[in-house]
T-cell receptor
Framework: RKEVEQDPGPFNVPEGATVAFNCTYS??????FFWYRQDCRKEPKLLMS???SGNEDGRFTAQLNRASQYISLLIRDSKLSDSATYLC?????????????FGPGTRLSVLP | DTAVSQTPKYLVTQMGNDKSIKCEQN?????MYWYKQDSKKFLKIMFS???????INETVPNRFSPKSPDKAHLNLHINSLELGDSAVYFC?????????????FGPGTRLTVL
């Protein structure tokens, strides 16, 4: 089983739609969680951290379920500019320091 | 100001050559990383350095050798390049190696081996 798995996608949604991405991780020692966004031919950029209580940033809501080892990202009122690949990232802090493990990404296309 | 910079942005070379990619960060971070993103877009960590010391060395061929002259720089040297080395290589940095933190990525170096 892969360490971090995500919805395979791609997701093609109309502008204004609500879309949700799922991510599961296998290592129960995982300590911190993030969603990154990667535009085509660009570097990954932090979208938001994911906190145990769930957190919201504008149209974006992230949730974490440690018991199920599951993370989600909800995007409301999708914009054309939201089109990108969304990467789930799990950080395991072991004896060697931080180890960031990236999921394979879910591609989103928001259509006019 | 560019936080994490890489050079070159594009690198096209023949099989068997030796090449280097440079990375610099001006964020004052203690930890730097090299990642490889292949044609399937999977981002995999290759190396991690904390204060000039290697702390993670994932299973990569020993043709790849990271070098960190100081904590603001982490260069990647590749010997005897192979076709399978073609990928985008991203440098990244984070504040330190302890506790939850985020990573900041450079723009990537697109390596094509012919």
């Amino acid at each position: 089983r892969k360490e971090v798995e995500q919805d395979p996608g791609p997701f093609n949604v109309p502008e204004g739609a609500t879309v949700a991405f799922n991510c599961t991780y296998s290592n129960s020692a995982s300590q911190s969680f993030f969603w990154y966004r990667q535009d085509c031919r660009k570097e990954p950029k932090l979208l938001m951290s994911v906190y145990s209580s769930g957190n919201e940033d504008g149209r974006f809501t992230a949730q974490l379920n440690r018991a199920s080892q599951y993370i989600s990202l909800l995007i409301r009122d999708s914009k054309l500019s939201d089109s990108a690949t969304y990467l789930c990232v799990v950080n395991i802090d072991d004896n060697y320091g931080q180890n960031f493990v990236f999921g394979p990404g879910t591609r989103l296309s928001v259509l006019p | 100001d560019t936080a994490v910079s890489q050079t070159p942005k594009y690198l096209v070379t023949q099989m068997g050559n030796d090449k280097s990619i440079k990375c610099e960060q001006n964020l004052g971070h203690d930890t730097m990383y090299w990642y490889k993103q292949d044609s399937k877009k999977f981002l995999k960590i290759m190396f991690s350095y904390n204060n000039k010391e290697l702390i993670i060395n994932e299973t990569v061929p020993n043709r790849f050798s990271p070098k960190s002259p100081d904590k603001a720089h982490l260069n990647l040297h590749i010997n005897s390049l192979e076709l399978g080395d073609s990928a985008v290589y991203f440098c990244a940095s984070s504040r330190d190696r302890l506790g939850p933190d985020t990573q900041y990525f450079g723009p990537g170096t697109r390596l094509t081996v012919l």
